[in-house]
């Protein structure tokens, strides 16, 4: 059978190159804007420059397929993914959570896209005395903060992937920072192992001196972490 672009098209994987651009102020500026790509290896790629979505286990392929918002296939190079899902970061900080109840019980999927709603996440570390119990001092840790449309879209890939209306997506969220960046991405794995989401964060420069207490943000704080 003679493989064109209408014939290896994939709606679903359109679906959530649209969701990851859907944030986009006016027109697609560059061609891997609502565009995915599919490696040989069986991975699929969407980004929008801010964040990227990454399905693992597609169909290995004999040729990469880089196909833009309008269906067509495009001989240019794609973004250069492989550099994010392999940076050796250090990981301050990692829970696992439902983050499909977090963001619908929050009302994440119902913002508008000119809308404005950040997330800051915290946490408390408990420095114990090392090879004791016995606790040195308690920290107020800020992890990161992050729009919060950018975390619907979280489960609203995972939901287009599954093809299912689920509330529920259990994740492993890890917390990075890049030694001389003022800002270092948040990745996102599901528990089964199928996709990992990398998101980059709101910029902070008074991050370290947050003030839970006077912010319009809202503040997820998630478990207390025990440090030796």
């Known amino acids: 059978m003679l493989m064109t672009t209408k014939t290896i098209f994939n709606k679903t994987y359109f679906k959530i190159a649209s969701i990851i651009s859907s944030c986009l102020k006016g027109s697609y500026t560059q061609p891997w804007h609502g565009a995915y790509y599919h490696d040989t290896n069986g991975k699929l790629v969407a980004t929008d420059g801010r964040r990227i979505v990454v399905f693992h286990n597609e169909e290995k392929i004999a040729e990469s397929r880089y196909?833009?918002?309008?269906?067509?296939?495009?001989?240019?190079?794609?973004?250069?993914?492989?550099?994010?899902?392999?940076?050796?970061?250090?990981?301050?900080?990692?829970?696992?959570?439902?983050?499909?109840?977090?963001?619908?019980?929050?009302?994440?999927?119902?913002?508008?896209?000119?809308?404005?709603?950040?997330?800051?996440?915290?946490?408390?570390?408990?420095?114990?005395?090392?090879?004791?119990?016995?606790?040195?001092?308690?920290?107020?840790?800020?992890?990161?903060?992050?729009?919060?449309?950018?975390?619907?879209?979280?489960?609203?890939?995972?939901?287009?992937?599954?093809?299912?209306?689920?509330?529920?997506?259990?994740?492993?969220?890890?917390?990075?920072?890049?030694?001389?960046?003022?800002?270092s991405p948040c990745h996102i794995e599901t528990l089964d192992g199928s996709m990992t989401y990398i998101v980059m964060p709101k910029f902070l420069p008074t991050l370290p001196r947050f003030n839970r207490n006077n912010t319009k943000a809202t503040v997820i704080e998630l478990e207390k972490k025990k440090v030796f």
């Open 67 to 183: 196909m833009s918002e309008d269906a067509t296939l495009l001989s240019k190079s794609y973004p250069n993914y492989e550099h994010f899902l392999n940076a050796k970061l250090e990981v301050i900080g990692e829970w696992i959570i439902d983050l499909g109840e977090l963001i619908k019980n929050n009302g994440w999927m119902d913002l508008k896209k000119d809308g404005i709603q950040n997330v800051v996440f915290t946490s408390k570390y408990i420095h114990y005395r090392k090879g004791t119990e016995c606790v040195v001092n308690e920290e107020d840790v800020t992890l990161n903060m992050i729009d919060a449309k950018f975390l619907a879209d979280v489960l609203r890939c995972y939901r287009a992937y599954n093809h299912n209306r689920t509330n529920s997506m259990m994740v492993k969220i890890k917390f990075t920072r890049e030694s001389g960046k003022a800002a």
